[in-house]
């Protein structure tokens, strides 16, 4: 079996008296879509920021293909590429134009026009920035985590605002990734965007590990569970699963 391509184990970190990650563990395959689902709050940023070294953890291990990001950031950072939850370019930069700059702070970077084709943005492909909608918006930040052809994209609330046909387009973009050959560690709230691309994902509430699996065995375990919805209402309180969803 090859190794896995990151690995945390009993992660925990804290801001002050409040704990937002609390003895966090999972394991990420090769070539799989492994999704961070839970509320807002529930530390999943936090977490996926301390597996990229943007973040110190205050305890526990992290891997990423061998490589620790905590002590080694350096070596792991032309290995991952990084979508935050908010991304703005400058109005009158072009799609190319804002590749191409981002290429340049990479060694080896991915082909722009192939980006550009794969992510469906080549009727868009020298519009202004301030000229695409909220999807097209999204598609360019997966460009640009992509620029510097990573082994993991870590994709943080990539479809947050995003209208259901936007976010349907997006999703084709993240299968074409996936398929590319790229390793994509998803965070999200969005119950369905875990079920349509998983693999494998972890439950995190309140900074802890609820549930972990595939989507489809996580609902056929739960008694009566037909969605990733009624698994997590299964396990937490109803109040509580109430603003999971908002």
């Known amino acids: 079996m090859t190794a896995p391509v990151v690995e945390v184990r009993n992660l925990h970190k804290t801001y002050g008296s409040k704990v937002a990650v609390d003895d966090v563990s999972f394991v990420v395959e090769r070539g799989e879509i492994f999704g961070v689902l839970g509320p807002n709050g ?61 290429a340049a702070f990479h060694a080896n970077p991915a082909n722009i026009e192939n980006l550009i084709t794969m992510l469906g943005l080549g009727e868009k492909a020298d519009a202004r920035f301030k000229t695409l909608s909220g999807g097209q918006k999204q598609r360019v930040s997966i460009a640009l985590a992509l620029i ?40 999200t709230h969005f119950m369905e965007e ?41 396990l937490t309180s109803a109040q509580a699963a109430k603003h999971v969803f908002a």
């Open 194 to 234: 875990a079920e349509r691309l998983c693999d494998r994902l972890v439950l995190i509430d309140g900074g802890r590990i609820i549930a972990e699996g595939s989507p489809t065995d996580l609902i056929a375990a739960t008694p009566d569970a037909t969605s990733l919805e009624d698994v997590f209402v299964s």
């Open 42 to 102: 529930a530390g999943k940023t936090t977490t996926v920021e301390c597996v990229a070294g943007l973040r110190q953890a205050d305890g526990g291990h992290i891997t990423v293909l061998g490589v620790d990001p905590q002590t080694q950031p350096e070596a792991v950072r032309e290995q991952i590429g990084i979508q935050f939850q908010e991304m703005q370019l400058h109005d009158k930069i072009t799609v190319r134009e804002a590749l191409t700059m981002f």
């Open 148 to 187: 510097g052809k990573p082994t993991v994209a870590i994709l943080d609330e990539m479809t947050t605002g995003l209208d259901p046909q936007a976010r349907r387009d997006v999703w084709d973009a993240i299968r074409a990734v996936r398929d590319a050959g790229t390793t994509v560690l998803l965070v």
